[in-house]
């Protein structure tokens, strides 16, 4: 583990710098890829077959280690930090308002510039009006808690809309947002929000809330893994030709000079590593540390277009951190969810007194 842990430490600025040149800054946001077709003829050559390989490898040996630890992260989870039980549940009432913002505001970006979620999909007006239009709405019921539910197969469709307005690639690159609609479906918008207070008939079972930050947790880990093919794997003109625009890689300065094609074939590998590692729920704090700490070294570079087409990635690296995938935590995820004053076994009793009330007063 030492061992581990050391090579880690030696090794981390050049992750950093991978990661961080790669999936921090989304090439086709930002250079025009039009003239670059996926080519999978690139993939399966000896040196990217011999990285995926090794990512492979790699993956296996987290499995083991992970089932070797029982399932237990490295850093510590915030109870052990000092966190009460009640504190933690509080905080995890926190997230579902946390996230619907995060996921509001590039939405309503997106519905104002008539685009199919991020900046390089650009939609005609006709179309673009009324996706936005649709947008907005999903945005503002996030954001605000109202019909959440219903919202959240409204972006599904609109997600799935993207196949025939701009094609597979684009919407596989944007799937995350089906993450964020699945989360929403199955957990709705929790204790704070309009739903709970006046629409207590559109909470989603316990059954169901337990699976959304899992759902969540994969298709996230989906998203890095799709882009690591798609931006990268199999599209390694598209990333060289980002290069020559944007020199990011800096790896000469850490003293591990790396030719612009060996690098982006290494990134492409830190960042389906950490997509597979999310997706299978191996170590998914400590993915999340080495994949947030470096994600922002490029947004001084591609400043607010890249922030806020980040926020709702952020918002689901922050949900991991806190969350705990096994029996302890998912209770109380529930806890935090169905109790407490706003709670969805509170609401229904406070429906039954009033029934009752009124029954008698008749």
Not at 118 to 145: C, H, R
Not at 188 to 199: A, K
Not at 244 to 249: E, R, V
Not at 331 to 342: I, P, Y
């Amino acid at each position: 583990m030492n061992i581990l842990l050391r090579t880690l430490v030696r090794w981390f600025p050049l992750l950093a710098a991978l990661l961080g040149s790669s999936a921090g800054a989304h090439e086709r946001w930002f250079y025009d890829a039009a003239n670059y077709p996926l080519r999978w003829d690139l993939f399966f050559q000896p040196l990217p077959l011999a990285l995926f390989g090794a990512v492979l490898l790699a993956t296996a040996a987290g499995a083991w280690l992970w089932r070797a630890r029982a399932g237990r992260d490295l850093l510590p989870d915030v109870e052990r930090l000092g966190a009460t039980p009640e504190r933690h549940r509080l905080l995890l009432r926190l997230i579902p308002l946390i996230l619907g913002i995060h996921v509001a505001v590039p939405l309503l970006a997106a519905a104002v510039q008539s685009e199919y979620f991020t900046p390089n999909n650009l939609l005609e007006k006709g179309p673009g009006s009324i996706f936005g239009l649709m947008l907005t709405f999903v945005a503002l019921s996030f954001a605000y808690g109202g019909f959440t539910r219903i919202a959240a197969v409204v972006l599904a469709l609109l997600w799935l809309a993207g196949i025939p307005l701009v094609g597979l690639t684009a919407t596989l690159e944007n799937i995350h947002f089906l993450g964020f609609a699945a989360f929403f479906f199955l957990n709705g918008r929790g204790p704070l929000s309009i739903d709970r207070l006046i629409f207590p008939r559109l909470e989603p079972s316990a059954e169901r809330m337990k699976r959304a930050v899992p759902t969540l947790r994969f298709v996230l880990g989906l998203n890095f893994a799709i882009l690591a093919f798609t931006e990268k794997f199999a599209n390694l003109p598209l990333a060289l030709a980002f290069l020559q625009k944007y020199p990011l890689n800096f790896t000469g300065a850490l003293g591990i000079p790396l030719s612009d094609e060996v690098f982006v074939l290494c990134a492409a590998s830190v960042e389906l590593i950490v997509g597979l590692w999310l997706m299978l729920g191996i170590f998914p704090r400590e993915i999340i540390v080495i994949a947030w700490l470096p994600f922002n070294l490029t947004l001084t570079q591609f400043d607010w277009v890249e922030l806020v087409g980040h926020l709702p990635i952020y918002g689901a690296m922050a949900t991991l951190l806190v969350w705990e995938n096994n029996t302890r935590g998912i209770g109380r995820w529930l806890e935090g969810m169905r109790e407490g004053v706003l709670g969805v076994q509170g609401a229904r009793a406070e429906n039954v007194q009033g029934s009752e009330a009124r029954a008698g007063s008749d």
